[in-house]
C-alpha cells in the first residue's frame, strides 16, 4: 500500500501547488462568458501558485542544505537510525495508501467449516473414495455438467459408471459428506432426469436448519385454495414446494422436538385460509399446542378426559355423516337399487362419479 500512498501524497501536493481548489470556479467563469472575472481568478492562481512554489522550494533548499552540512560535518546519524526513519517512512505511506473504510491491519481468520467452492475434480475423488463396486478410478465417471452456482449452494451433474445407480451414491449420503468435508446437512445427491446412473449433487452453503427460511408466499395475500397447489415447504435449494391438500393424506411422525406439532398447526392455517373448508382440531396431548387454530376451527377440543373424548366422538359422528351425505350427492348412482343405473350408463360411455 506504500505506492498508493506516494501516490496519494503526490496528488495532494500537486493539487495544492496548481490551486486544484479553484479550477472549477475558473471553468465556470470561461463557460458564463465572464472574462473579467475569467482574468481576475487566472491572476489569483498565479499570485498562489508563486508563493507556494516559494514555500515549497525553499523548504526543499533548506533540507538539502542542511543534509550537506551534516554530512560535511561528519555528523550524519548511524545507519540503524536511516533504516528505523525508511521503516517509519513505508509504514506512514501505506498508512495513507491503505483502503477506505478498512483497518491496515485485519485480525486472521481461518475458514474451519467452509472449505470453498466444491470443484468436479474434487467431487469425482471423493465418489471414488466411497468405494462402490464398479467405480474404482475417477476417469470411470463422466461430467455432464460442470459445478455452477444455484440458488445457495452448487449443483454438479455426472454420469455413473455403467451398472452404478445414482441411488446407491444416496445411500451412501453420510460417507460421501465426510469424504467432501462438509456437513451433513449440505450434502443432497439425488437422481437425474436422463437416468438411473445421472447423479445430481447438490451441495449447499450451510446446512439446511441453520439456513435462513426464504418468506412464505402467503404471507403477501393468504389467497388460499384446498383444490390448487399451496406452497408448504422449503427444499434444499430453499425453493418453495407445494401440495394439493383437497387430495392428499398423510400421517405426521417423528422423534420429539422434529417440528410434527408445527407442521400440522401450518396445515390447519391452510386450511383455514379456505373459506369452504371446515376445520377440527383435537388436541388429545391437552398441551394447547392446536389453540391458535380455536379462532376458526368449526369445532375445536383440548384434553383426553371423559367429557373431552365425548364431545370428540359426537363431533367425529357428525363429520362421518357429513362425509356419507356428501357421496351420496357427488355419486348418486353408487350402491343400493341405483347399481344397475350405473352399468347402463357405462355401456352407453358416461364417465362413472370418482
Same mark, same amino acid.
Given at each position: 500500500?506504500?505506492?498508493?500512498?506516494?501516490?496519494?501524497?503526490?496528488?495532494?501536493?500537486?493539487?495544492?501547488?496548481?490551486?486544484?481548489?479553484?479550477?472549477?470556479?475558473?471553468?465556470?467563469?470561461?463557460?458564463?462568458?465572464?472574462?473579467?472575472?475569467?482574468?481576475?481568478?487566472?491572476?489569483?492562481?498565479?499570485?498562489?501558485?508563486?508563493?507556494?512554489?516559494?514555500?515549497?522550494?525553499?523548504?526543499?533548499?533548506?533540507?538539502?542544505?542542511?543534509?550537506?552540512?551534516?554530512?560535511?560535518?561528519?555528523?550524519?546519524?548511524?545507519?540503524?537510525?536511516?533504516?528505523?526513519?525508511?521503516?517509519?517512512?513505508?509504514?506512514?505511506?501505506?498508512?495513507?495508501?491503505?483502503?477506505?473504510?478498512?483497518?491496515?491491519?485485519?485480525?486472521?481468520? /481461518? $475458514?474451519?467449516?467452509?472449505? @470453498?467452492?466444491?470443484? %468436479?475434480?474434487?467431487? =469425482?475423488?471423493?465418489?471414488?473414495? !466411497? #468405494?462402490?463396486?464398479?467405480?474404482?478410478?475417477?476417469?470411470?465417471?463422466?461430467?455432464?455438467?460442470?459445478?455452477?452456482?444455484?440458488?445457495?449452494?452448487?449443483?454438479?451433474?455426472?454420469?455413473?459408471?455403467?451398472?452404478?445407480?445414482?441411488?446407491?451414491?444416496?445411500?451412501?449420503?453420510?460417507?460421501?459428506?465426510?469424504?467432501?468435508?462438509?456437513?451433513?446437512?449440505?450434502?443432497?445427491?439425488?437422481?437425474?432426469?436422463?437416468?438411473?446412473?445421472?447423479?445430481?449433487?447438490?451441495?449447499?452453503?450451510?446446512?439446511?436448519?441453520?439456513?435462513?427460511?426464504?418468506?412464505?408466499?402467503?404471507?403477501?395475500?393468504?389467497?388460499?385454495?384446498?383444490?390448487?397447489?399451496?406452497?408448504?415447504?422449503?427444499?434444499?435449494?430453499?425453493?418453495?414446494?407445494?401440495? /394439493? $391438500?383437497?387430495?392428499?393424506? @398423510?400421517?405426521?411422525? %417423528?422423534?420429539?422436538? =422434529?417440528?410434527?406439532?408445527?407442521? !400440522? #398447526?401450518?396445515?390447519?392455517?391452510?386450511?383455514?385460509?379456505?373459506?369452504?373448508?371446515?376445520?377440527?382440531?383435537?388436541?388429545?396431548?391437552?398441551?394447547?399446542?392446536?389453540?391458535?387454530?380455536?379462532?376458526?376451527?368449526?369445532?375445536?377440543?383440548?384434553?383426553?378426559?371423559?367429557?373431552?373424548?365425548?364431545?370428540?366422538?359426537?363431533?367425529?359422528?357428525?363429520?362421518?355423516?357429513?362425509?356419507?351425505?356428501?357421496?351420496?350427492?357427488?355419486?348418486?348412482?353408487?350402491?343400493?337399487?341405483?347399481?344397475?343405473?350405473?352399468?347402463?350408463?357405462?355401456?352407453?360411455?358416461?364417465?362413472?362419479?370418482?
Amino acid at each position: 500500500m506504500s505506492p498508493r500512498g506516494a501516490g496519494r501524497i503526490w496528488l495532494a501536493l500537486f493539487g495544492w501547488l496548481f490551486d486544484s481548489e479553484l479550477r472549477p470556479l475558473r471553468l465556470e467563469a470561461v463557460v458564463g462568458s465572464d472574462p473579467s472575472m475569467a482574468l481576475k481568478l487566472r491572476k489569483e492562481r498565479n499570485d498562489r501558485i508563486h508563493r507556494r512554489l516559494i514555500v515549497v522550494g525553499t523548504l526543499a533548499g533548506l533540507a538539502i542544505l542542511a543534509g550537506l552540512v551534516l554530512r560535511a560535518l561528519g555528523m550524519l546519524p548511524p545507519a540503524w537510525v536511516m533504516w528505523a526513519a525508511l521503516a517509519g517512512v513505508v509504514l506512514g505511506l501505506g498508512y495513507i495508501g491503505r483502503p477506505v473504510g478498512k483497518k491496515l491491519v485485519r485480525p486472521a481468520t /481461518v $475458514l474451519v467449516n467452509n472449505p @470453498g467452492p466444491p470443484t %468436479a475434480p474434487y467431487v =469425482m475423488r471423493a465418489l471414488v473414495n !466411497l #468405494r462402490i463396486g464398479g467405480m474404482a478410478k475417477v476417469e470411470d465417471i463422466a461430467l455432464l455438467f460442470d459445478v455452477a452456482r444455484v440458488g445457495p449452494g452448487y449443483q454438479v451433474d455426472l454420469e455413473l459408471p455403467a451398472g452404478v445407480p445414482a441411488s446407491a451414491i444416496i445411500e451412501k449420503r453420510s460417507e460421501l459428506s465426510v469424504a467432501l468435508r462438509r456437513e451433513l446437512g449440505t450434502v443432497w445427491p439425488s437422481v437425474g432426469k436422463r437416468h438411473e446412473g445421472h447423479l445430481v449433487l447438490y451441495v449447499c452453503d450451510e446446512p439446511m436448519n441453520k439456513a435462513k427460511q426464504a418468506k412464505w408466499p402467503l404471507l403477501r395475500d393468504g389467497a388460499v385454495n384446498l383444490f390448487r397447489p399451496v406452497p408448504m415447504f422449503t427444499d434444499q435449494r430453499g425453493r418453495w414446494v407445494d401440495l /394439493v $391438500l383437497a387430495y392428499t393424506s @398423510g400421517v405426521i411422525g %417423528a422423534v420429539p422436538r =422434529m417440528g410434527k406439532t408445527f407442521t !400440522l #398447526r401450518e396445515l390447519l392455517l391452510i386450511a383455514g385460509l379456505d373459506p369452504r373448508a371446515k376445520v377440527y382440531a383435537i388436541d388429545l396431548k391437552g398441551t394447547g399446542d392446536l389453540s391458535p387454530t380455536a379462532l376458526f376451527a368449526h369445532f375445536y377440543s383440548v384434553g383426553d378426559e371423559d367429557e373431552d373424548v365425548e364431545k370428540q366422538l359426537t363431533a367425529m359422528r357428525e363429520l362421518r355423516e357429513e362425509m356419507r351425505r356428501r357421496a351420496r350427492v357427488m355419486c348418486p348412482f353408487t350402491g343400493g337399487p341405483w347399481g344397475r343405473g350405473v352399468t347402463w350408463l357405462r355401456v352407453w360411455g358416461a364417465r362413472g362419479c370418482r
